[in-house]
């Protein structure tokens, strides 16, 4: 099956190991539990938690800024939606970097960045 009919679970896990692995070693390092999902679409509870419309991908959890004195994790967790990541990029190069984008995006919020500095960041 091609990633650009029908994405299955399989096509879109590769994709995201290939972003994962992609990523600079300390922050993979740092990723710890955070647990990588994909669903198919987000709920209605899951786009009012961020007053969104449509969501490519969602962080659920505390960022590491915000652990305490002990560093002890807390549960994280990151969605990424194969229907709207898949209805948005139907070539599959395009496909695999809105991925990558994307989980780089929610990872970004597990270290505490939120979306008004990755603007910055993109910015410069």
């Known amino acids: 099956m091609d990633a650009i009919h029908g994405s299955d679970d399989a ?4 994709l995201v ?9 300390p922050f993979r390092e740092r990723l710890g539990s955070v647990a990588i999902v994909i669903e198919d679409e ?4 899951q ?3 961020v007053n969104a419309f449509g969501l490519y ?5 505390v ?11 807390f549960v994280s967790k990151i969605t990424l939606f194969r229907g709207p990541l898949t209805r948005a990029n139907r070539d599959p190069e395009r496909l695999r970097q809105a991925i990558r984008e ?15 500095r990755l603007r910055e960041l993109q910015r410069d």
């Open 102 to 116: 994307t989980l780089h995006h929610e990872i970004a919020h597990h270290f505490g960045i939120d979306d008004a």
């Open 63 to 73: 960022p590491r800024t915000r652990w305490g004195a002990d560093g002890v994790p």
């Open 42 to 45: 987000p709920t209605q509870d």
């Open 11 to 14: 096509d879109l896990e590769a």
């Open 47 to 49: 786009l009012a938690s």
């Open 17 to 25: 190991v290939d972003a994962l692995e992609r990523l600079p070693s």
């Open 57 to 61: 991908g969602l962080y659920q959890g």
